[in-house]
């Protein structure tokens, strides 16, 4: 179904572009200004574990997981707008939890109190374990982890 490369600086544009089309109005509603210089160190914060995510061969996504510590850290999931709503979040998502099963670790993450996929993080499995001003931390944790 997914296929996945790593990502490259001649991915910027799309990354940008996805994290404008993806996150802008989360930022908006969460009351955090928004500034080119703040996206662009976003998207490049730890681009050594960022791997973009393909359909059928077309770039649809951006998936960046830290998996040098336990819990690993979901760093962002993005998905193209048009490819929101179709579970394919969800099933991104199981994937990354199953391999850190397997790995013996569980998984955080951190998502804008604004942000409704907050609500598709619960149904998975993720629990608050902690706030700030603008965000949850999130933990899924594995039986085995």
């Not at 089309?21 to 490049?44: F, K």
């Not at 990354?96 to 955080?108: D, M, R, Y």
């Amino acid at each position: 179904m997914f296929t996945f490369r790593k990502a490259e600086k001649s991915n910027l544009e799309f990354l940008f572009n996805l994290r404008n089309r993806t996150m802008r109005q989360h930022l908006e509603n969460t009351g955090v200004a928004i500034n080119e210089e703040a996206q662009r160190a976003r998207v490049l914060y730890r681009f050594d574990c960022a791997k973009i995510i393909m359909l059928d061969g077309i770039d649809v996504g951006l998936l960046k997981v830290n998996r040098d510590e336990n819990p690993w850290e979901l760093i962002q999931i993005q998905l193209s707008p048009e490819y929101q709503g179709r579970g394919f979040g969800q099933v991104l998502i199981r994937q990354v939890l199953n391999e850190a099963q397997k790995a013996g670790a569980h998984v955080k993450l951190s998502v804008l109190k604004a942000n409704p996929a907050r609500k598709l993080y619960e149904r998975i499995g993720f629990r608050i374990i902690d706030e700030a001003e603008y965000i949850y931390i999130m933990q899924y944790n594995n039986r085995s982890g």
